[in-house]
């Protein structure tokens, strides 16, 4: 199925960068990660807000899903389409979501979108020090493991 465009139906929204969708070759239900973005976790700051912008403009709505591999979670890691638009470029342009680093080439126009919005303080970038959601993870990770 890599490569493929495969139709989907928006179940639900995990997170600012993760959906549940049922999809109409074969009716399984698949959870997916969004290719090539990092919303803040649900905890951080900004978080909620990226999760209701994703549901906002996918939830309860089909969906193209371009699968490009699988994630360690077993997700399927896929460009997503919603209403005509990209997921990830509307949740970076919006300020709500980092280019994931190691997964975008230099000069990508996902990373000019997220110059754009960092340079005008969109969203996260509002913040003084936003921090990258792979940081929390780690930090959330050794808190539980070092009580």
Do not use: K, N
């Not at 896929?78 to 300020?95: F, M, W, Y």
Request: aromatic content about 6%; charged content about 25%; overall charge positive.
């Amino acid at each position: 199925m890599l490569g493929a465009v495969l139709l989907c139906w928006v179940l639900a929204v995990g997170d600012g960068d993760s959906l549940t969708v049922r999809c109409a070759a074969d009716a399984s239900v698949r959870r997916v990660r969004v290719a090539a973005i990092d919303a803040p976790e649900l905890r951080q700051a900004f978080g909620r807000r990226a999760r209701q912008r994703l549901a906002a403009q996918c939830l309860r709505q089909p969906a193209q899903l371009r699968v490009r591999g699988r994630d360690a979670f077993g997700r399927a890691v896929a460009q997503v389409r919603c209403r005509d638009a990209d997921v990830g470029t509307a949740q970076v342009e919006a300020g709500l979501a980092w280019v994931a680093r190691g997964y975008v080439p230099p000069g990508d126009p996902l990373r000019v979108l997220e110059r754009r919005a960092r340079q005008a303080r969109v969203g996260l970038w509002a913040q003084r020090r936003p921090t990258p959601p792979w940081t929390y993870r780690h930090r959330s990770q050794r808190q539980r493991a070092h009580p």
